[in-house]
């Protein structure tokens, strides 16, 4: 049987080419697909096949799923348009579980337009209009974060730069300061995710296969056994106060404009990357989309990302068209 994503695409005309490669289970042990820009470098992960061949033209559309960065960040490293929409919008079923409370079903392309196609058509809808140039510049909040130290230069270059651009062409741009607990966000996502792989992933620890499963996953899995309810539970509460303040962040702005990553893909693939800059995101289950916006020193692409709110998935998609124009951002040509 089909995942749900699978079977929606097909019954909209689909072809499916075949299945993309994948960190183990999303978790850790890298799958040896590179960056399709240097082979030497990680393509991210955990949906590592799906951004490099979409990033390297070997197919127009992907889908891939995000718990922590696995959509914002490979998409960012290679260059590709990733799409994690509004937790719960699309979904799950008929993929392997991780974090019942984060996996969230998203897509990848070459533009934001074909994304938002392809959501429709993931969502089961077609009545929406095509996306348009034509309805008022967005407003933007920009929100460099509390982590914005762990950034290159090259990178907050970058987003100074997307910033300046978009309040020329009339967008209204606003810098905005740090919602109370996004600071702490880092740690209750890594309990959430802990918590609920440590039992999601159980079946395959206690299996006849597990002596496949590597050192790294199998020691994940036991670590998030022993986190206890007591803390697992007042992650949950800690991420939905800090859901409220964002939503009050949001109230006068379309979308967030921030990091998608430190910085170009880290060379080597036995890691694939920092998910600093989408774990937060993630944690409030907000849409997010990565857009490609220039080459940094090594070659490789920097990108943007853009956050919208609970919901407000289409919203999102209508900027990041805006900005795509503004920013020529998805007309990259090799340096």
Request: hydrophobic fraction near 40%; charge should be negative; proline fraction near 6%.
């Amino acid at each position: 049987m089909d995942a749900a994503c699978v079977a929606l695409a097909c019954a909209a005309g689909a072809v499916i080419l075949g299945k993309t490669a994948t960190v183990e289970f999303g978790a850790t042990r890298p799958c040896g697909t590179t960056n399709p820009h240097n082979k030497l470098h990680t393509p991210g992960g955990s949906s590592a096949g799906s951004a490099a061949a979409v990033a390297d033209g070997q197919i127009l559309l992907a889908t891939g799923t995000q718990t922590g960065g696995s959509i914002i960040r490979p998409a960012a490293f290679c260059g590709a348009v990733g799409f994690k929409p509004t937790f719960g919008s699309l979904s799950p079923v008929g993929t392997k579980g991780y974090s019942w409370s984060l996996d969230t079903v998203g897509a990848f392309a070459t533009c934001v337009a074909d994304v938002a196609l392809f959501f429709d058509v993931l969502r089961g809808r077609d009545e929406s209009a095509p996306l348009s140039y034509a309805g008022p510049a967005p407003r933007i909040g920009f929100f460099p974060g509390p982590f914005a130290d762990r950034a290159d230069s090259a990178a907050a270059a970058v987003l100074d730069q997307v910033a300046a651009r978009c309040s020329r062409a009339g967008a209204t741009v606003r810098s905005l300061g740090c919602p109370v607990g996004f600071e702490q966000s880092l740690g209750w996502h890594r309990t959430i995710s802990r918590y609920e792989m440590g039992r999601s992933l159980l079946p395959e620890r206690c299996s006849a296969q597990a002596e496949e499963l590597g050192p790294t996953l199998l020691s994940e899995i036991e670590r998030g056994r022993h986190v206890d309810d007591e803390s697992y539970l007042l992650a949950k509460a800690c991420g939905l106060d800090l859901a409220l303040s964002v939503e009050a962040l949001m109230a006068d702005h379309d979308v967030l404009l921030t990091l998608a990553t430190p910085g170009e893909a880290p060379y080597g693939l036995e890691s694939t990357g920092d998910a600093t800059f989408n774990l937060s995101w993630s944690l409030i289950g907000l849409p997010c989309i990565s857009l490609p916006v220039a080459w940094g020193p090594l070659g490789l692409p920097l990108s943007i990302q853009l956050v919208g709110a609970r919901h407000g998935d289409r919203q999102l998609l209508e900027a990041a068209h805006w900005i795509e124009r503004i920013a020529s951002l998805h007309q990259l040509q090799e340096p």
